[in-house]
Structures are given as C-alpha cells and as structure tokens.
T-cell receptor
Framework: AQSVTQPDIHITVSEGASLELRCNYS??????LFWYVQSPGQGLQLLLK??????LVQGIKGFEAEFKRSQSSFNLRKPSVHWSDAAEYFC????????????FGAGTILRVKS | NAGVTQTPKFQVLKTGQSMTLQCAQD?????MYWYRQDPGMGLRLIYY???????DKGEVPNGYNVSRLNKREFSLRLESAAPSQTSVYFC?????????????FGPGTRLTVL
C-alpha cells in the first residue's frame, strides 16, 4: 500500500539555522509530491509541489525540496529559519485512486528557538 | 474570494447526538474532500466527491455520510456521534481531475464528542 513516512515527529532549530525535514514515500510510479504547512489552529497551506522535470523545486516562504527517485525521498529544506516558520509540516503523495486523494505523512512539528 | 469555508469552527457533542459539518468553496472546483486529522496520523480521507452529483467512500467512512448539495457545497453528517469521532475535520477542494492538482483546504472544524 502507498505510504508516506516522516521520521521526525518533532524538530527544534535555532532561528537563523538551516532546516531539513525528511519525507520518504512508498509508491510504484513517480508520484505527485507535495509539502503543506499548518500553523496552529489553521488549515493547510501548500508550500511546494513536484510533478516532473527539475528535481529541485522552489516554493513559497523560501522553502525548497529535492526529489530523489533512488531514495524515494522528497526532503524539505530552508537555509535560514525564521521564528514564524514554527508550525507543523506535512508531506503528501497525490494518488489517482479515491478521486485523486492525498496520502499524508504523520507530520513534523517544527519549533524555532530564539 | 473566500476560498474554502467551513462551519462551525468548534463543536462539542454528546455521544449519540447528530450534526452536520458544512463546507463551501467559491473557486468553481469540481472535486471536494473531507479529511479527519488525528495526532500522529496526518490526515485521512473520509469521503470525496469527484464532481457534482457523485460521492464516494474514502479510507475511513464508517459513521459518516455526505451530501454534495451543488458544485459549491459538500456537507459531512455524523448521525450518531461517538467519542472516536473526536477529531479536527478538514474540507478541501480541487479544480479538475488528475492527481497533480493542488488541493485547497478550509480552516477546519474541531469536534469533541463526550
């Protein structure tokens, strides 16, 4: 079955430090990949997405992600974290089944130290 | 352009009570989805509607029913609420078929069943 794994439940980084959030997926074909962010009490906002082409994709708020087919990974990065980046981050795979549903990882909660 | 709206934002029910969660989108999207979010489990699909006039079960449909009232509105009904249905419920919409399209999420409804 298709699955998405985010191995880190919580991550704490200092403001100004770099960030990498990990995401691995299990899916036969090249999937459609997404990163969403959820601020406390809010809905989900799309950060970036990958369908095909250049494996390094740029998103909003200074985030980028790299698709590595050999590792079945789609890790999210940011070179310098701001306090406002504290939130929960979800990796997701878009499938053709169930009306093109999204399969989500369990999420990674990011805490930023000042 | 409000995007995806959900009502209510918060709700407390007693076991056995019924209620309907409302969702509306003003983006002329064809597909709409209901997810539930539980700690450590990401979001799981309850029901979806690929287009106006159709609804289908997702991964966790038991205890729920849905109605696609028109292209804009997609409601989720709990006929007899149970404590296991305590969760945050998100409605989402997507413009066309195809797993690559981004889903747009509402702000969520936080439901507690006592």
């Amino acid at each position: 079955a298709q699955s998405v794994t985010q191995p880190d439940i919580h991550i704490t980084v200092s403001e100004g430090a770099s960030l990498e959030l990990r995401c691995n997926y299990s899916y036969g074909a090249t999937p459609y990949l997404f990163w969403y962010v959820q601020s406390p009490g809010q809905g989900l906002q799309l950060l970036l997405k990958y369908f095909s082409g250049d494996t390094l994709v740029q998103g909003i708020k200074g985030f980028e992600a790299e698709f590595k087919r050999s590792q079945s990974s789609f890790n999210l990065r940011k070179p310098s974290v701001h306090w406002s980046d504290a939130a929960e981050y979800f990796c997701a795979v878009g499938l053709m089944e169930y009306g093109n549903k999204l399969v989500f990882g369990a999420g990674t909660i990011l805490r930023v130290k000042s | 352009n409000a995007g995806v709206t959900q009502t209510p934002k918060f709700q407390v029910l007693k076991t056995g009570q019924s209620m309907t969660l409302q969702c509306a989108q003003d983006m002329n999207h064809n597909s709409m989805y209901w997810y539930r979010q539980d700690p450590g489990m990401g979001l799981r699909l309850i029901y979806y509607s690929a287009s106006e006039g159709t609804t289908d079960k997702g991964e966790v449909p038991n205890g729920y029913n849905v109605s696609r009232l028109n292209k804009r509105e997609f409601s989720l009904r709990l006929e007899s609420a149970a404590p296991s249905q305590t969760s945050v419920y998100f409605c989402a919409s997507k413009p066309t078929s195809g797993a690559g399209n981004e889903q747009f999420f509402g702000p969520g409804t936080r439901l507690t069943v006592l």
